[in-house]
């Protein structure tokens, strides 16, 4: 995007999205897997008239996501094969939580500009997006696997940028359905884990413990982290915990953290970190995409390493190193003293 010319052409990328979605929602990936199949093929398939599927079948062959493999036949590219759900990695619940959800909330965004609120903000709904969205529960459960499909391709990156084996009982600080901690303890055979989050998450992440075969070593507890974090850890990992919130509000949950860990324990937060001077690269934007996301809903922010570093050590952290998992780093932070 970097190389675009035109605003014109740059101001048409919501096409890309709906184009993208679009394929998701047909199940493209799924009915084609391997194979390559002609447009009227296909549109019997997944239901759709046949000149209008070919049509967007060459759209998505101008994307890079399906090829045309001479006739009238289309088969997935790799890229094309992350919308099967069944692949590794998929992203098909994220690109239909962004077909459904957030299209129509960056269609506000100049009102969070403006004003520097959130859309639930705007509304008059209050300020936690989170409490907000449990009255949704359909919109919860896309969230949800959104997460799980981001998580999910996250994992070995992860466990390969930081030792776990050292810690006895490791805990996902709002680990939602349990994704990253299980992937954390399926690595490491003799960790114990908690999965805390709120109580909706809970059903998902005993269901995924039990799936995955390390009910016997993972507990789900429910609760609210600005209330108070359960004891029993001594490594607290989160994971898109800090970005969803202001300065006071993430101050409140690493306090909470403290408390909860021994002397010695240990913090790992893991966020994507904002550049200190932003360029064109493919990296900074996605990072400066993600935080305006975060001012729409819920109304938290990309930092800088620096301000991560500022924000742990005003609760009371020692910093103890960085590392890179992907597109996201791994900041670990120790509790030095009580
Ligand atoms: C952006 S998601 C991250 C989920 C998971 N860590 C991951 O990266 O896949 C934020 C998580 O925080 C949880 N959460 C929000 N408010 C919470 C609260 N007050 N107490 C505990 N968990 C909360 C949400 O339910 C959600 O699972």
Redesign the pocket.
Request: hydrophobic share 40%; glycine share 16%; with cysteine.
């Given at each position: 995007m970097s190389g675009s010319e035109s605003i014109f052409d740059l101001v048409q990328s919501h096409r890309i999205t709906a184009v993208i979605y679009a394929a998701a929602k047909l199940d493209l990936a799924e009915t084609l897997g391997d194979d390559a199949k002609s447009a009227a093929e296909l549109a019997r398939l997944v239901s759709a008239e046949e000149s209008a599927l070919r049509r967007l079948l060459v759209a998505l062959t101008t994307i890079g996501v399906c090829n045309q493999t001479g006739g009238d036949r289309f088969g997935m590219t790799d890229l094309g094969r992350q919308l099967d759900r069944n692949a590794y990695p998929s992203f098909k619940d994220w690109v239909l939580f962004e077909g459904e959800v957030l299209v129509r909330s960056w269609a506000g965004l100049v009102d969070s500009v403006r004003s520097g609120k959130t859309a639930t903000e705007i509304r008059g709904e209050g300020h936690d997006r989170?409490a907000v969205m449990g009255n949704s529960p359909e919109v919860v459960s896309r969230f949800?696997a959104a997460?799980?499909s981001?998580?999910r391709s996250l994992v070995p990156k992860i466990v390969q940028a930081y030792d776990f084996s050292k810690a006895n009982i490791v805990m996902?600080l709002?680990?939602?359905s349990g994704?990253?901690i299980a992937g954390v303890l399926l690595h490491n055979p003799n960790l114990r884990g908690i999965a805390?989050?709120?109580a909706r998450?809970e059903t998902a992440a005993r269901e995924h413990f039990n799936r995955v075969g390390i009910a016997d070593r993972c507990r789900f507890v429910a609760?609210?982290?600005?209330e108070a974090v359960p004891r029993g850890a001594d490594t607290i990992l989160?994971?898109?915990?800090l970005h969803?919130w202001r300065d006071d509000r993430s101050e409140i949950i690493l306090r909470k953290c403290r408390d909860a860990l021994p002397v010695g324990g240990k913090l790992i937060i893991i966020e994507r970190i904002m550049p200190e001077l932003p360029t064109t690269a493919a990296r900074d934007r996605e990072r400066a995409m993600s935080d305006l996301n975060m001012l729409r809903e819920p109304g938290g922010l990309e930092r800088t390493e620096a301000q991560y570093r500022a924000l742990a050590e005003s609760a009371g952290f020692t910093f103890a190193g960085i590392s890179n998992a992907g597109a996201f780093s791994l900041l670990q932070f120790d509790k030095v003293a009580n």
């Open positions: 989170y949800n997460m799980v981001l998580t996902d709002g680990g939602g994704e990253l805390f989050d709120l998450c609760g609210d982290f600005f989160m994971k898109s915990i969803n």
